[in-house]
């Protein structure tokens, strides 16, 4: 299914693998378009939706079984017309949705509030949202975000293993220190082989730059640069470490 579906067409026949793909396209196409939908039937062997908005008296109707024979789903039934406009107040807008959708602009901007969010929820859908269903929704991203960082940190010696298998010649350094039985990451330093060899027929110069990386954990960023012959900056060496305040 397209990830934009502004006045989509929907086709007796769409094969879905699973359910869920089914009633996730169902949820875009609300939201994109304005449509009140709801669900009339939804278990294990088939799923139906309707429209209820102009108080329940709109057309449009979609049904999808699971076939048997070939294992998957499949859109049986579609009345593919409404009989009104757009729907401010949607029935299927929940927490989980939002939170799902709202993950990178939280990662861009980890201090978004509740009105920022429900702003943005507003301007890019045109739908409304509650404050607590923002508030739900909020605090559920920075979990998913949180837990997506912690991942990555504990794959830190496999980047640097990639890294070396890579570049052979560079020189990958790491410092984790055990507090409470968890290892805890500390430095990340990094110089390729590639820059190495580079910096051999640059100037005799190194410059030394720095910034804070603005994420939960915080941390600082520190570059060594060199100047090429055709007065370029060449980056030799970069690392990962905890600010002086940590």
Same mark, same amino acid.
């Given at each position: 299914m397209p990830?934009?579906?502004?006045?989509?067409?929907?086709?007796?026949?769409?094969?879905?693998?699973? @359910?869920?793909?089914?009633?996730?396209?169902?949820?875009?196409?609300?939201?994109?378009?304005?449509?009140?939908? %709801?669900? /009339? !039937?939804?278990?294990?062997?088939?799923?139906?939706? !309707? *429209? /209820?908005?102009?108080?329940?008296?709109?057309?449009?109707?979609?049904? *999808?079984? $699971?076939?048997?024979?070939? %294992?998957?789903?499949?859109? #049986?039934?579609?009345?593919?017309?409404?009989?009104?406009? @757009?729907?401010?107040?949607? !029935?299927?807008?929940? +927490?989980?949705?939002?939170?799902?959708?709202?993950?990178?602009?939280?990662?861009?901007?980890?201090?978004?509030?509740?009105?920022?969010? #429900?702003?943005?929820?507003?301007?890019?859908?045109?739908?409304?949202? +509650?404050?607590?269903?923002?508030?739900?929704?909020?605090?559920?991203?920075?979990q998913n975000?949180?837990?997506? *960082? !912690?991942?990555?940190?504990?794959?830190? $010696?496999?980047?640097?293993?990639?890294?070396? #298998?890579?570049?052979?010649?560079?020189?990958?350094?790491?410092? /984790?220190?055990? /507090?409470?039985?968890?290892?805890?990451?500390?430095?990340?330093?990094?110089?390729?082989?590639?820059?190495?060899?580079?910096?051999?027929?640059? #100037?005799?110069?190194?410059?030394?730059?720095?910034?804070?990386?603005?994420?939960? $954990?915080?941390?600082?960023?520190?570059?060594?640069?060199?100047?090429?012959?055709?007065?370029?900056?060449?980056?030799?060496?970069?690392?990962?470490?905890?600010t002086r305040?940590?």
């Amino acid at each position: 299914m397209p990830k934009k579906m502004y006045d989509f067409k929907w086709e007796v026949g769409t094969y879905f693998i699973e @359910k869920k793909d089914f009633t996730d396209a169902m949820h875009t196409y609300s939201f994109q378009n304005g449509k009140n939908l %709801n669900f /009339v !039937k939804n278990d294990k062997k088939r799923v139906s939706m !309707k *429209c /209820v908005g102009v108080g329940g008296k709109c057309t449009w109707y979609a049904y *999808c079984a $699971y076939m048997f024979a070939i %294992n998957t789903w499949q859109l #049986r039934t579609i009345i593919d017309i409404h009989t009104y406009s @757009k729907d401010f107040n949607l !029935k299927l807008m929940n +927490s989980k949705w939002l939170s799902k959708h709202m993950e990178k602009t939280v990662r861009e901007n980890p201090h978004m509030n509740v009105i920022d969010m #429900r702003e943005k929820v507003s301007r890019k859908w045109n739908i409304g949202t +509650s404050r607590n269903m923002a508030d739900r929704a909020k605090v559920m991203t920075a979990q998913n975000v949180e837990s997506s *960082c !912690k991942e990555q940190f504990k794959r830190i $010696y496999d980047y640097a293993h990639e890294l070396l #298998r890579t570049n052979p010649g560079s020189t990958v350094k790491i410092k /984790v220190e055990e /507090v409470h039985g968890e290892l805890i990451f500390r430095r990340f330093y990094t110089c390729l082989k590639a820059c190495k060899d580079s910096f051999t027929s640059c #100037r005799p110069f190194i410059g030394l730059d720095g910034c804070f990386l603005k994420s939960k $954990y915080g941390g600082e960023l520190l570059k060594a640069i060199g100047r090429d012959d055709n007065e370029q900056i060449l980056p030799i060496a970069y690392a990962v470490c905890k600010t002086r305040e940590n």
